[in-house]
């Protein structure tokens, strides 16, 4: 008998469920205008795809690096971070090393490590939804973790840690990966820190400023850290088109993209302003593009009364200490409408 040593995992799970309204995976409600559209197809025509792309992505690395103003060498790119994450999980200490990261927070450190049969030091966030320092700081002496996964902000549950927290975490002399997937809807970084600390490098995506499709993560470190990095990536895993519609999307029409962020920015506000005053709900602070909310009715009917009036949000009540708690991304004014319009009448029918 072959013995498959991950047989017991499960996958990470993500929402297929259609519905008119989708607010269930934080991605940017972005439309293209037709001319926009047209000149992507143009583009994506001229493509030679009997041929293998660039192996290194030099003309997005280009764009990349003047976007977040860093030098070329100090990017490695991903088949979206999620890969990224995986690459540091293998690249980072011995497989007998420990990984740290706060409970809940994204699913894929937690997958990455399982999968490499590596220790998990799980710490659960405190009330505020911020690191337990003192808790944490416990669990790093009593296991000596090598690699610490922070999302900031932190999904699913919205804001960043505090930044001393994470400053005094790191002293511990943990390598540290500050995931800013939703850096653009936060503006907080630790950018100035990853490319001049050895211990710590920055996630970025495309994935939430309208990319998602196109699967496109940065890793920004170091010279020499980016360099060792750059050594496990899977050759061409940035696809042809990707590199191609991504270099269109960060130029040509990054104003689109901009405009739309600040609409999501100023949404989020008020969907938070709106949820705060709902009788029964109480929402999380965000520095991203969704909102945590705990409800006062069982989550798991509360997600199915939504769904039934068309308006689909994640369900995170199965995480440690999200009893109760539903998140919805924010999406265009008239798509958070409808979503506030469900729960209002949602919330009747437990009455
Ligand atoms: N990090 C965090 C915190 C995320 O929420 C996500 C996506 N939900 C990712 C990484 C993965 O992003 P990508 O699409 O670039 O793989």
């Known amino acids: 008998m072959i013995s498959i040593r991950i047989k017991n995992l499960s996958p990470y799970k993500t929402e297929t469920t259609q519905a008119k ?5 934080n991605e940017l409600p972005l439309r293209l205008p037709e001319e926009a559209k047209q000149k992507i197809a143009q583009e994506v025509a001229k493509i030679p795809i009997n041929k293998y792309p660039d192996p290194e992505a030099e003309e997005l690395k280009d764009v ?17 971070s999620d890969e990224l994450i995986y690459y540091l999980s293998i690249a980072i200490g011995e497989f007998d090393s420990g990984v740290f990261y706060p409970i809940p927070s994204f699913p894929m450190y937690q997958i990455s490590a399982r999968m490499l049969g590596r220790k998990r030091i799980e710490v659960p966030l405190n009330q505020d939804m911020d690191i337990d320092l003192e808790a944490s700081l416990r669990a790093i002496k009593d296991s000596s973790p090598i690699l610490a996964f922070l999302s900031y902000p932190n999904n699913p549950t919205g804001a960043c840690f505090s930044r001393e927290k994470i400053e005094r975490i790191r002293e511990e002399g943990l390598f540290t990966v500050i995931d800013e997937a939703y850096f653009h809807f936060s503006k907080k970084s630790f950018l100035k820190d990853a490319l001049s600390r050895e211990d710590t490098v920055v996630l970025r995506t495309l994935s939430k400023i309208g990319m998602a499709g196109l699967r496109v993560g940065i890793l920004i470190a170091k010279e020499d850290v980016a360099y060792e990095i750059n050594k496990m990536r899977l050759p061409f895993n940035i696809t042809y088109p990707s590199q191609v519609i991504a270099k269109l999307m960060l130029t040509e029409f990054y104003p689109l993209i901009e405009e739309c962020v600040s609409t999501v920015i100023k949404e989020r506000d008020r969907l938070f302003q709106v949820l705060s005053q709902m009788e029964g709900v109480k929402p999380y602070p965000s520095d991203a593009n969704f909102i945590l909310f705990r409800s006062s009715v069982p989550a798991d009917r509360l997600h199915v009364e939504l769904l039934r ?10 995480m440690a200490g999200l009893e109760g708690c539903l998140r919805v991304s924010v999406g265009l004014p008239e798509e958070n409408d409808a979503f506030l319009e469900a729960l209002e009448d949602s919330l009747k029918n437990f009455t």
């Open 309 to 318: 009036r068309g308006v689909l949000v994640r369900n995170v009540s199965y």
């Open 21 to 25: 309204v989708r607010l269930s995976s």
């Open 64 to 80: 990349l690096s003047e976007h977040f103003g860093v030098k070329r060498e100090n990017l490695v790119l991903g088949n979206g």
